[in-house]
């Protein structure tokens, strides 16, 4: 049965205490609201000042300036005053949003908010999606092709990345917080991009759901079961696939292909999507499709950029690393035991005596470290060898020989660590030589 207007706020007030987490129950407990100063965010926020008491939390807000409207400064003004009148300190975070990697602006203002969240230092953070905008989230994510998880949408609570995200109000219609709003008189500002249908999400409430509420009008809480069947199955799904992971991966960011290569399409799929996620890479359909099953042959070398990371496929491996730059300077340094590391060099080369290995060299020689150069050689047994040849003998990728360092004493190259070193300047039986390895992004 509808609730009238005038009871929506004490009606709220009953869910938020009947539901309150226990998570916030601990006494010691931080909780920041993200505050746009759009309607569902004021009410959230002044809904949780009422409560936040009794329930022993101290009570924040965050307000993240994206700088995208003209108006911005104006809604950083407002969410200001609101707070200074509810007493709820405030933290206004500006953040820069750009477009890259192909993603749309959306998504990128949506990184730009969820990594501001996490600089605030609070356990949890109340976010105010509602039943509408998890209704838009399910069918967008039907239209983009995704699985369970992308159905999943928006649940409740969520743990991911180190930051805890507390939903309260996905119960709730868009109407009837606006409603409550007005009965309590309460102001709010409106943000003129959310009448724009260049945007996908305004075009699909604008144009679309108008249409789809004619024949369904309770749709949002219909498509709310829909992501919690999903959300179950993709609880159930992600067990399974973790117990392969768990059984298979020596190290976190590397994947044995045959753990895929051994196994149906779908689960190939499937099992990169997983672990691809835990380091927070979200990969399309499209890319799914190029990669599988062409990477997973033992003898196949590739590489591919996703998110700050680098995936190179090679030597019955899927390896993930950071992506970092390639090393550009030069650096001179004293041999001597122990580890060392240089700026702009991402990595740290291990250097150690031992009985007939490695180089014979004065201690404390001055030797530099350098980046790659065309046509490399280095002293050979018979004449001298082409570095590149090195390279693939020992199955380093391009991108890692672009950061591997070249160690050189004077205009001589004497050793890449871990790969090659100069013959006539290596350690014979009964001598003692100087050993190097280098250990780099992981």
């Known amino acids: 049965m509808p609730v009238p207007p005038e009871r929506h706020l004490p009606a709220l007030l009953d869910d938020l205490h009947a539901h309150w987490p226990e998570a916030l129950s601990s006494g010691q407990c931080v909780l920041e609201v993200g505050l746009s100063g759009g309607v569902d965010s004021v009410v959230l926020l002044q809904a949780l000042s009422r409560c936040a ?3 022993g939390i101290a009570l924040r807000a965050v307000h993240v300036h994206h700088g995208l409207s003209p108006h911005a400064d104006d809604w950083a003004g407002f969410c200001s005053d ?9 933290r206004i975070e500006r953040v820069s949003v750009v477009r890259s990697g192909g993603q749309s ?11 501001a969240y996490r600089n605030g230092g609070s356990q949890i953070v109340a976010l105010a999606h509602h039943a509408d905008d998890l209704a838009e989230t399910v069918l967008l994510a039907a239209l983009r092709g995704g699985g369970v998880h992308g159905l999943a949408a928006m649940p409740v609570w969520r743990v991911h990345d180190g930051l805890t995200v507390w939903r309260p109000l996905l119960g709730w219609r868009r109407n009837e917080l606006e409603s409550m709003a007005r009965q309590q008189g309460w102001r709010w500002i ?11 999400r305004n075009a699909l409430r604008h144009a679309v759901l108008p249409h789809l509420a004619r024949y369904w009008p309770d749709y949002p809480r219909q498509l709310a079961r829909t992501a919690q069947r999903a959300a179950d199955e993709a609880c159930v799904l992600d067990d399974c696939l973790d117990a392969v992971l768990a059984q ?19 689960w190939q799929r499937l099992l990169l999507v997983r672990w691809l996620g835990r380091f927070g890479i979200a990969v399309s359909p499209g890319w799914l499709a190029s990669v599988c099953p062409d990477w997973f042959e033992p003898s196949v070398r590739r590489e591919s950029r996703l998110a700050g990371y680098v995936l190179l496929a090679g030597q019955g491996e899927l390896r993930l690393l950071p992506d970092v730059p390639e090393p550009a300077m030069c650096h001179d340094w004293m041999l001597a ?26 201690d404390g020689i001055i030797m530099q470290v350098r980046p790659g150069q065309v046509a490399e050689t280095i002293c050979h047994a018979v004449g001298r060898k ?8 020992a199955g380093i990728s391009d991108w890692q020989r672009r950061r591997w360092p070249r160690l050189w004493l004077g205009d001589i190259l004497v050793a890449v660590p871990g790969v090659v070193q100069d013959h006539a300047l290596s350690a014979r039986p009964g001598q003692s030589g100087w050993c190097f390895a280098w250990e780099g992004p992981a």
Not at 193 to 200: Q, T
């Open 53 to 55: 008491t009794g329930h």
């Open 82 to 90: 609101l707070c200074r009148e509810l007493s709820v300190p405030l």
């Open 105 to 115: 602006l959306e998504a990128e203002a949506r990184r730009a908010r969820y990594a």
């Open 190 to 200: 409106t943000d003129e991009s959310n009448a724009d249908p260049r945007y996908r």
């Open 248 to 266: 298979h991966l020596r190290v976190p960011h590397i994947l044995p292909v045959a753990v895929l290569a051994s196994r149906p399409p779908a």
């Open 337 to 362: 035991e122990g580890e060392h590391a240089w700026p702009g060099w991402h990595g740290r080369l291990r250097v150690w005596r031992e009985a007939g290995r490695g180089l014979v060299l004065p």
């Open 386 to 393: 082409a570095l590149k040849k090195c390279w693939q003998e």
